[in-house]
């Protein structure tokens, strides 16, 4: 498919594990940006991209938290020591450049048990 | 700060009859960009509608328009012969230049038949 693919859909993970959650965007697509929306909430913004760069990382909630995308395509969310306050979608999103609009993915729902 | 207030947590509306869905922002720009998405069960945020603010003209998309009022930060969105299909969660969100998009807190649309 062309959209934002998301990868794992559903994970869950036991208190203190690492977590890594895999962002597929559009191809070409310059700008990725990574949220998380805990339930009934509006997303919240983590970090964002343009190409390999990451120019925005200020939405981490800690230092627990680390996102990469190594060659500007293929981006991951990495989780350390998870912690229950973690448990929340992440949804990932794309644009082609600069204010075009984001395309988001399913997202990955987060639970830490 | 950009914030975003959507003050209506749910709404409701028969089924082919028209509804209104507030958002409100602040921001010191002048020129920025304002969306409203929506989110089904499916967790995916589709795009609904866009508005550049420098655009006096409000935005329309099919059954579905917006009354921007800059002056008053207020960008509401009108879906007119509302369909089954249209409950879901409605975001409303900012974007300035290269920045972060900002999501209100969400509004709940239930459709009754």
């Known amino acids: 498919g062309a959209g934002v693919s998301q990868s794992p859909r559903y994970k869950v993970a036991k208190r203190g594990q690492d977590v890594a959650l895999r962002c597929d965007p559009i191809?070409?697509?310059?700008?990725l940006f990574w949220y998380q929306q805990a339930l009934g909430q509006g997303p919240e913004f983590l970090t964002y991209?343009?190409?390999?760069?990451?120019?925005?990382k200020s939405g981490l909630p800690s230092d627990r938290f680390f996102a990469e995308r190594p060659e500007g395509s293929v981006s991951t969310l990495k989780i350390q020591r998870t912690q229950q306050e973690d448990s929340a979608v992440y949804l990932c999103?794309?644009?082609?450049?600069?204010?075009?609009?984001?395309?988001f993915g399913n997202g990955t729902r987060l639970t830490v048990t | 700060a950009q914030t975003v207030t959507q003050s209506q947590p749910e709404m409701s509306v028969q089924e082919a009859e028209t509804v209104t869905l507030s958002c409100t922002y602040d921001?010191?720009?002048?020129?920025?960009?304002l969306f409203w998405y929506k989110q089904p069960p499916s967790r995916q945020m589709i795009l609904v509608i866009r508005?550049?603010?420098?655009?006096?003209q409000n935005a329309t998309e099919n059954r579905f328009s917006v009354n921007f009022q800059k002056a008053a930060k207020s960008f509401s969105l009108k879906i007119s012969d509302s369909q089954l299909g249209d409950a879901a969660m409605y975001f409303c969100?900012?974007?300035?230049?290269?920045?972060?998009?900002?999501f209100g807190a969400g509004t709940r649309l239930t459709v009754k038949p």
């Open positions: 969100a900012y974007r300035y230049n290269n920045n972060d998009m900002r």
């Open positions: 191809s070409g697509h310059v700008s």
């Open positions: 508005q550049e603010a420098y655009k006096q």
């Open positions: 999103a794309s644009s082609l450049w600069d204010n075009s609009p984001l395309h």
């Open positions: 991209f343009q190409n390999e760069a990451q120019l925005d």
């Open positions: 921001t010191s720009e002048s020129d920025y960009y």
